[in-house]
């Protein structure tokens, strides 16, 4: 539902076109570590940040908006308050918010794991599935992640791998690098491994079905519990490629971009700016920046905004053109 400003700081007829940046949620699963506070100076109390959730609007993280005339607001009720004009038309077709943006720090590695897709989500979870992809932001020497089957598996022999703690060697075992980015259909079997900075742009879905934990304990001595029936009922059983693709970089004055995933959900292109870099806003869709290294400013006709490594900056819907000066590498997401 759309509603009004009401008073004077919501004033009915505002001009939606606004630009401001978001201040995340953060989640301190026993896998995290301390990355995101060193490298990224997140300001949070946790001893351990798993995972910042830098634009959600997900009931189980939401971010909040930091700067600006909504400062302080979060993120849903900035939707609520504001609508769909602010979101782009491409959100008419949704009934949530569609994207979720995080960083993942895995000092250790996660539980091997499979997302559901649309239709067994909305059906089990009342919810939307999760098809997601991952840009690799740093990692460790020999660091990898399991993507997908070696071979086409059958749905037994994967219960019972799970069962004798050999699951790992059916799945294809890829070492990462710097700036390798995968995409990661929901059904895909998959682990982030230990050692690894990711920027992680999703569905806007928590539903995680956990098919094997490497029989660990938490500090109490308790394991986590699996879902071993719900990812047999999504997993994709059949062999998978290596899930990293190479796009074609295009080269501009000042800065080169390159598409890195393009899907129903979400599209993300890379920006590695060396001096300045025109973005283009449409009433299609917002525009999710997120700051993956280096310092600068963003601007519209209105409003400038600096930023560090580890920022997200959000602008509304609506045709406009935003630059980005500073030498950096930013992700952008729209729908
Ligand atoms: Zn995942």
């Known amino acids: ?45 946790l001893n351990k940040v798993a995972e910042s959730w830098e634009l959600s609007a997900h009931p189980d993280g939401l971010c909040r908006i930091a700067t600006g005339r909504f400062s302080g ?47 067994y989500a909305e059906k089990v979870e009342h919810g939307q599935g999760k098809t997601e992809m991952w840009y690799v932001v740093d990692c460790e020497e020999n660091a990898f992640i399991y993507y997908g089957l070696k071979e086409k598996t059958s749905k037994k022999e994967i219960a019972e791998r799970v069962k004798n703690n050999s699951i790992t060697e059916i799945l294809n075992k890829v070492y990462v690098h710097k700036g390798d980015a995968f995409f990661v259909q929901a059904g895909t079997i998959h682990a982030i491994g230990k050692g ?12 995680t079905y956990r098919l094997y934990d490497y029989d660990r304990r938490d500090k109490d001595g308790n394991t986590r519990e699996l879902q071993l029936n719900k990812a047999l009922d999504v997993v994709n059983v059949d062999k998978a490629d290596n899930g990293c693709y190479h796009h074609n970089v295009r080269k501009h004055n000042g800065y080169n971009t390159q598409i890195l995933a393009e899907c129903d959900y979400f599209t993300t292109i890379k920006y590695d700016v060396t001096t300045t ?47 980005v000066s500073g030498q950096c590498l930013l992700l952008i997401s729209h729908m």
């Not at 690894?196 to 539903?207: D, T």
Request: with cysteine; hydrophobic share 35%.
């Open 1 to 45: 539902m759309i509603t009004g400003y009401t008073g004077e700081k919501h004033n009915k007829n505002l001009i939606i076109e606004d630009l401001f940046k978001l201040e995340p949620a953060y989640k301190d699963y026993l896998w995290g570590g301390t990355t995101l506070k060193k490298k990224y100076d997140k300001n949070c109390r």
């Open 73 to 119: 607001e979060t993120f849903d009720n900035f939707i609520n308050d504001v609508g769909i004009q602010a979101l782009g038309k491409k959100y008419s077709d949704h009934q949530e918010f569609p994207l979720l943006i995080k960083f993942i720090d895995a000092q250790q590695p996660l539980s091997i794991q499979i997302h559901p897709d649309d239709i």
């Open 196 to 207: 690894i900075l990711i920027c992680e742009i999703q569905q806007n879905s928590n539903s």
């Open 277 to 323: 870099a025109d973005i283009k806003v449409t009433d299609d869709s917002f525009v999710a920046i997120t700051i993956v290294d280096g310092f600068g400013t963003v601007e519209d006709n209105t409003m400038a905004i600096k930023f560090k490594p580890g920022d997200t900056i959000f602008a509304t819907a609506g045709n406009r053109q935003i630059t």
